[in-house]
């Protein structure tokens, strides 16, 4: 893949979001913005490239110092979720750090056997806050139980995957990171975590940091 000489300045990317949630200090790459695949928008301190990362990423190998994705690798099929990480780990320089947020199937599980309604109350404003967003396929009104809400995480939001520690876990390792720490919400390497990590999906969320060897 041809590498962009404009890409070579960064070393930091902000993987799987849109303009309104890019931040300053990265490379923010997603596919939600109005340009063509392969181009760079930067407005007011920000740098957003629009890419499908399934299909790659522009970068050098051992060129990027920090990876960080939150709520995106649960959109990609297990297939594309392997070739992800795999090119995550062939950007990252030796001791570099990629951190992924997504929804932890065990903290969901957990909600639904101990019907945790404070848990699915705080989903369930989620759910309205979205209603009729294209990316909420489900009416908050038909979410009425436990099995309900957690069908919806399933299910909602364009969802394919889902993961708890072990198994995602056991995926990083394949795709050749040795050691993965359960860090915790802004629980980081990264010093300025609190810069790009939002509070909004705390209570659900795992939390995992893995370093290339």
């Not at 396929?137 to 072990?166: Q, T």
């Not at 050691?179 to 939390?207: A, C, D, M, W």
Request: hydrophobic fraction near 35%; glycine fraction near 4%.
């Amino acid at each position: 893949m041809a590498v962009d000489t404009k890409l070579n300045m960064d070393t930091k990317l902000n993987i799987g979001v849109s303009l309104y949630n890019s931040v300053p200090d990265f490379l923010n790459i997603g596919i939600e913005c109005e340009s063509e695949f392969g181009s760079i928008i930067e407005k007011n301190n920000i740098r957003f490239l629009k890419q499908d990362v399934t299909q790659g990423l522009p970068l050098d190998s051992d060129s990027i110092e920090f990876i960080y994705t939150s709520h995106f690798v649960e959109h990609l099929s297990i297939k594309d979720f392997y070739s992800f990480i795999k090119e995550c780990h062939r950007v990252l320089k030796p001791a570099g750090v990629l951190r992924i947020v997504c929804p932890d199937l065990q903290k969901w599980m957990d909600a639904y056997l101990n019907k945790d309604n404070v848990f699915f109350e705080n989903y369930h404003n989620i759910l309205k806050e979205n209603h009729k967003k294209p990316w909420c396929s489900v009416d908050y009104n038909y979410v009425l139980s436990p099995a309900d809400f957690l069908m919806c995480n399933i299910h909602n939001w364009n969802h394919k995957w889902a993961f708890d520690l072990e198994s995602i876990t056991l995926h990083l390792k394949k795709c050749g990171f040795a050691t993965v720490i359960n860090t915790g919400y802004r629980n980081s390497i990264y010093t300025e975590i609190s810069k790009i990590e939002p509070q909004f999906h705390q209570v659900e969320s795992l939390y995992i940091e893995v370093q290339k060897c």
